[in-house]
């Protein structure tokens, strides 16, 4: 049984959950609209060009889980995936998933969005098995920090190897699907790296090294 790998954010969606999530936030009043929108962006610019602090971000983006009752978050997260989420998940980003169910492969979706925000997403696309940046939390509220390591370029690969020694498998014929050169780190450890919809520097790194590239979600 191979392992196929996935990232989610503009490559099984049609757009990037983590940002959304901040977009959803500012327009429905929970946060600082100005700010928040301004350092939004600014984070999702420097993740684009590959100079994103991660631990910057994350205390950012975390900040809202912190300062706020568990409760409301679901209300919250509910009304996102419905507005931001359920729009941009495509027929093809589906079908991929299918093809290698029907192939007898496990599935993953890894990403470095954090894992409030992912888990049900993961449901959506029915994929049982999810890595993702782990949100602290101490008696049932969120701190505002990260637990572990984060689920971003190494850290991407070092998260999948403790998965892999704990379940007793490997990486023999896996696939992996990413759209950004950020997970090239992890892409040049599969046997079969798959640029979908990539970026401009990850076309040509897959160009490079002969890679299939993939248009789940037309040209960019």
């Given at each position: 049984?191979?392992?196929?790998?996935?990232?989610?954010?503009?490559?099984?969606?049609?757009?990037?959950?983590?940002?959304?999530?901040?977009?959803?936030?500012?327009?429905?009043?929970?946060?600082?609209?100005?700010?928040?929108?301004?350092?939004?962006?600014?984070?999702?610019?420097?993740?684009?060009?590959?100079?994103?602090?991660?631990?910057?971000?994350?205390?950012?983006?975390?900040?809202?889980?912190?300062?706020?009752?568990?409760?409301?978050?679901?209300?919250?997260?509910?009304?996102?995936?419905?507005?931001?989420?359920?729009?941009?998940?495509?027929?093809?980003?589906?079908?991929?998933?299918?093809?290698?169910?029907?192939?007898?492969?496990e599935l993953m979706i890894i990403t470095a969005t954090n894992a409030f925000v992912t888990t049900p997403i993961a449901e959506r696309f029915g994929v049982?098995?999810?890595?993702?940046?782990?949100?602290?939390?101490?008696?049932?509220?969120?701190?505002?920090?990260?637990?572990?390591?984060?689920?971003?370029?190494?850290?991407?690969?070092?998260?999948?190897?403790?998965?892999?020694?704990?379940?007793?498998?490997?990486?023999?014929?896996?696939?992996?699907?990413?759209?950004?050169?950020?997970?090239?780190?992890?892409?040049?450890?599969?046997?079969?790296?798959?640029?979908?919809?990539?970026?401009?520097?990850?076309?040509?790194?897959?160009?490079?090294?002969?890679?299939?590239?993939?248009?789940?979600?037309?040209?960019?």
């Open positions: 049984m191979a392992l196929a790998l996935f990232d989610l954010d503009n490559t099984l969606l049609a757009g990037d959950s983590d940002y959304l999530w901040g977009t959803w936030l500012v327009e429905n009043g929970v946060v600082d609209g100005e700010f928040y929108e301004r350092e939004n962006e600014r984070f999702y610019q420097e993740y684009k060009e590959g100079r994103l602090d991660i631990l910057e971000f994350l205390r950012f983006s975390l900040r809202p889980l912190r300062d706020h009752e568990p409760d409301q978050l679901l209300k919250w997260r509910a009304a996102f995936l419905t507005d931001k989420i359920d729009p941009i998940i495509s027929t093809s980003a589906r079908q991929l998933l299918q093809k290698h169910r029907d192939a007898g492969d049982e098995n999810l890595i993702a940046t782990e949100p602290e939390k101490i008696d049932d509220r969120y701190t505002g920090e990260v637990a572990g390591e984060p689920c971003f370029q190494i850290g991407k690969v070092n998260r999948l190897n403790r998965w892999l020694e704990e379940k007793g498998m490997d990486l023999q014929n896996s696939w992996f699907y990413s759209d950004s050169h950020n997970d090239i780190p992890l892409l040049e450890r599969v046997d079969h790296p798959v640029a979908v919809d990539p970026d401009e520097t990850l076309l040509r790194h897959a160009g490079e090294k002969d890679w299939p590239i993939l248009r789940l979600h037309g040209e960019n």
